[in-house]
């Protein structure tokens, strides 16, 4: 099967007509779409989906839309509603021989319930048993169950990575693969038909027995299925509820509401912080200030004090000595006249006393007007000074740090906002946080009892069954219906082993095909030793070389869309079926080098029609470099204001200017 061509008219962003060409060339397997965000991609993405499955396409903007009220909302607003919008898709399909199909689906809004059109042509003619049963029909082609293996949002991809999504999408493609699900329809009409031949079989009493309980199942059904819209309907509102909150957050935050709720805290920090500058500045004062500190602005003059001192002192102390210095000179003198001294000697003798009594004479004339004692001055010499100056300087940084930090602390008291005006959006955001926990708590009041729904139709059934093998056993005479029974009972044993062998076989070639598919696309190709699928529940179960069982929540944003896109493309490989593959936003949160893996072993080998929709941030101007030599057709996406619409010219990104 091949895509051929692909028409939006007044399709959402894509005002009037949009035909595009999408025959891919052998071996140039890519039809390659560049668009920024906001241009279209998901919308042209929904787009063949929608023509596709109609109201059960899987369209990303529907939500819980019903079909005819999403069908209205997907026309242009920029035309009238009664012009409507229409959809187109022409491709090849192979039964017996080349077929060319044509399905076009239009819908205007001229009525409140609006109405769709679908038209099928087969090789240019309309074929009217087609377009009665295309739902059917279509199923031939691309079975809605295993859509999502060749439709897919890469963005949302990695979810499948998780347990239950990846057992989910596991089990829809397996059985849809494997013709299981025929194999689980035929085992529940067997269940009918031992249903029926046993009711037949039981008197009226009986008969109303099990009918009270297939009543109760069938009201337990109804009303699971009751909880179910439900449950959706309110997660829904928990998600509207969630954005709303999230606004308003932020406009609480970005007017200072964040800010408001320390100002107890940032009052208490102050009140210490003022503390603690009072202490300091009584420091300053009563210890420093009060002390010696303030001799330091006289350094100079003590210095000078403390040499007038010193003279004085030595003054004092050469006047007292001068009158005994005068006698000893004398009776020198005497004693060198009667010894045998030459006289040039007593003469030499004599002149350097004088001398000495001379200069003696002069220190004590020197002036004296401190009259202190020695020592006074002693405290005060340069050591000490350089101690005061290191206290001083080290009390001064200290003062400097805790005025800062006070002054920060008041701009901060200041800057907060008046709590009178944020009252009432605080106000709006208390009961808009309730009203929130209030949704997410009815989510869970809901599962509870879809739970207990669950549970009560369980044991229901159980009950039921228990019913009818004793009454069957009462009741059954009818030889022949007792062996369709019994037979019915050895198919239902049969299919059950067929499908239990089925499995077990093909499940391990799957796991085998996801772990191939893994092994191509990341740097690291021996991450994994083995990949396992559980027959029973269909779970992935991951493991290392050393046998260890790796949970996949531990593996990396990049590591979890990888191994997704490889489950996928497993069950692509695993279904044998030529289908295109459409990937929107393909690359994700991954890094250059696993870009570069799935550039050049997945898109190109995916499938023999690709087609991708990417931003210029994901197939950049290297990338775009290596895949051009695989790619048949390069699609612009753009949207143009003059003619309010979105519109699909050749060529792709003009990285230059994309980037500038």
């Not at 999504?165 to 059985?175: E, L, N, P, V």
């Not at 906002?417 to 009041?445: C, K, S």
């Not at 228990?466 to 059954?476: G, T």
């Amino acid at each position: 099967m091949l895509f051929q061509e692909f028409v939006l008219h007044n399709f959402g962003i894509y005002k009037g007509r949009h035909a595009v060409d999408l025959n891919p060339e052998p071996g140039r397997p890519i039809v390659l779409f560049g668009a920024l965000n906001g241009s279209g991609k998901t919308t042209f993405l929904d787009g063949l989906q929608l023509v596709l499955y109609g109201k059960h396409a899987r369209c990303a903007g529907r939500g819980n839309m019903a079909y005819p009220d999403f069908l209205r909302s997907t026309i242009n607003r920029f035309v009238a509603p009664q012009e409507g919008a229409g959809l187109e898709l022409e491709f090849i399909h192979y039964h017996e021989k080349w077929h060319t199909i044509r399905v076009i689906r239009t819908w205007n809004g001229r009525q409140e319930t609006t109405r769709e059109r679908l038209e099928v042509y087969r090789n240019g003619v309309l074929d009217a048993v087609l377009s009665e049963r295309w739902n059917e029909f279509v199923e031939d082609f691309i079975p809605s169950q295993i859509s999502e293996l060749f439709f897919f949002d890469g963005e949302k991809i990695e979810a499948l990575a998780e347990e239950q999504s990846a057992a989910a999408i596991i089990r829809t493609g397996i059985h849809a693969l494997l013709g299981l699900d025929v194999v689980d329809r035929l085992a529940a009409d067997i269940k009918i038909v031992q249903r029926r031949r046993r009711v037949e079989e039981l008197d009226l009493e009986a008969q109303a027995q099990v009918r009270t309980k297939l009543d109760a199942m069938q009201a337990l059904s109804e009303h699971a299925d009751t909880l179910t819209a439900k449950i959706q309907e309110q997660e829904e509102k928990v998600k509207g509820r969630r954005r709303v909150l999230q606004v308003l957050e932020e406009e609480y935050r970005q007017q200072g509401g964040e800010l408001a709720e320390q100002t107890g805290a940032i009052e208490a920090q102050l009140k210490v912080a003022q503390e603690q500058k009072d202490l300091h500045d009584a420091y300053l004062r009563d210890k420093l200030a009060a002390g010696h500190v303030p001799l330091l602005l006289v350094q100079d003059l003590l210095r000078s004090a403390r040499t007038q001192l010193t003279a004085e002192s030595d003054a004092q102390l050469a006047s007292a000595m001068l009158s005994e210095i005068s006698e000893r000179d004398t009776r020198v003198l005497v004693m060198l006249t009667h010894s045998e001294v030459s006289e040039t000697v007593r003469q030499a003798v004599a002149e350097q006393l004088e001398r000495d009594r001379q200069a003696r004479a002069t220190a004590a004339q020197a002036p004296a007007y401190l009259h202190m004692r020695a020592d006074a001055l002693q405290p005060y010499t340069a050591t000490q000074f350089d101690a005061l100056h290191f206290d001083l300087n080290e009390a001064l940084e200290r003062q400097q740090i805790v005025t800062e930090r006070v002054n920060d602390l008041e701009r901060t008291k200041a800057a907060l906002p008046n709590p009178e005006l944020l009252a009432p959006l605080r106000e709006r955001l208390t009961e808009q946080r309730r009203q929130y926990e209030q949704a997410v708590g009815a989510v869970g009041l809901l599962k509870q009892q879809y739970e207990d729904c669950v549970k009560a139709k369980e044991q229901t059934e159980r009950e039921r069954q228990n019913l009818m093998l004793e009454l069957a056993d009462q009741d059954l005479k009818d030889k022949t219906k007792k062996r369709v029974l019994r037979h019915a009972e050895r198919v239902e044993e049969t299919l059950k082993r067929y499908r239990d062998a089925v499995l077990q076989r093909n499940v391990k070639r799957l796991s085998d095909l996801i772990l191939e598919s893994f092994q191509k696309i990341t740097r690291k190709q021996h991450m994994f030793e083995r990949i396992e699928i559980s027959p029973e529940t269909y779970r992935l179960s991951l493991f290392d070389h050393g046998g260890n069982q790796i949970p996949s929540h531990q593996l990396s944003a990049g590591e979890r869309q990888l191994l997704a896109v490889s489950i996928l493309w497993g069950l692509s490989r695993a279904s044998g079926r030529l289908l295109p593959a459409i990937i929107d936003t393909p690359l994700g949160r991954l890094d250059g080098h696993h870009r570069n893996k799935l550039v050049k072993n997945y898109f190109p080998k995916a499938s023999n029609q690709v087609i991708l929709l990417s931003t210029d941030q994901e197939i950049d101007e290297d990338l775009y470099g290596k895949i051009k030599r695989v790619t048949t057709r390069e699609y612009l996406i753009e949207y143009n204001q003059q003619h309010q619409s979105s519109e699909i010219q050749p060529g792709y990104f003009t990285f230059d200017e994309a980037f500038s």
